[in-house]
């Protein structure tokens, strides 16, 4: 069964503080795998796509990387307001299937 | 923002009645989705629209309705709102049907079935 499982559930830093968030899947024909941060009250705000282990992408104090079994997102340095909630997708399957399987999150809380 | 407006932000409703929430985007993107957001699930899709007048059934379909009349409206709709559909309703579009194709969300509708 397709799956995608985030942790830690919730995470509470100090700025400055660096760590990463993981993001576990199974999924039959990996063909993308989605970061989005969403803001409480606010619709999910695309972060990056990867689609191949190996592959790495960053932004500002934000790099993604994945594996065939998992991705992390690696926060250098974070400021209060990389506070937020971090969600992972999926999607697999062949021809043009729009299936997008989504972690829970992870809450992440940047104290100054 | 993605150029997608969500209409209402919020809504009260009771059960029974019917229910109509609106999503309209600037894009000019070929797909349109509705999701679900709930505690402990996660993001669940109800509905997508590969174009006008072209729906197809998510994994939570059951009680919603979708049309797509126009390429830049798609509007969700409760036949007969129930509790169990309060939630936080998002709509999403994408450029591609393509893999890898990112969705962008609009900022949802709080309902609230009483």
């Known amino acids: 069964e397709d799956q995608v499982t985030q942790s830690p559930e919730a995470l509470r830093l100090q700025e400055g503080e660096s760590s990463s968030l993981n993001c576990s899947y199974t999924?039959?024909?990996?063909?993308?795998l989605f970061w989005y941060r969403q803001d409480p009250g606010k619709g999910p705000e695309f972060l990056f796509t990867?689609?191949?282990?190996?592959e790495e992408k960053e932004k500002e104090r934000l790099k993604a990387t994945l594996t065939k079994k998992e991705s992390f997102l690696h926060i250098t340095a974070p400021k209060p307001e990389d506070s937020a909630t971090y969600l992972c997708?999926?999607?697999?399957?062949?021809?043009?299937?729009?299936?997008?399987?989504w972690g829970l999150g992870t809450s992440l809380a940047v104290n100054p | 923002d993605a150029g997608i407006t969500q209409s209402p932000r919020h809504k009260v409703t009771e059960t029974g009645t019917p229910v109509t929430l609106r999503c309209h985007q600037t894009?000019?993107?070929?797909?349109m989705y509705w999701y679900r957001q709930d505690p402990g699930h996660g993001l669940r899709l109800i509905h997508y629209?590969?174009?006008?007048?072209?729906?197809d059934k998510g994994e939570v379909s059951d009680g919603y309705s979708v049309s797509r009349s126009k390429t830049e409206d798609f509007l969700l709709t409760l036949e007969s709102a129930t509790s169990s559909q309060t939630s936080v309703y998002f709509c999403?579009?994408?450029?591609?049907?393509?893999?890898?194709?990112?969705?962008?969300f609009g900022n949802g509708t709080r309902l609230t079935v009483t």
């Open positions: 999924v039959s024909g990996l063909r993308g």
């Open positions: 997708a999926v999607q697999g399957g062949a021809g043009n299937n729009r299936k997008l399987i």
């Open positions: 629209s590969y174009g006008v007048k072209d729906t």
């Open positions: 990867l689609y191949s282990a190996g």
């Open positions: 999403a579009i994408s450029e591609s049907g393509a893999g890898g194709s990112p969705l962008h």
């Open positions: 894009e000019n993107h070929r797909y």
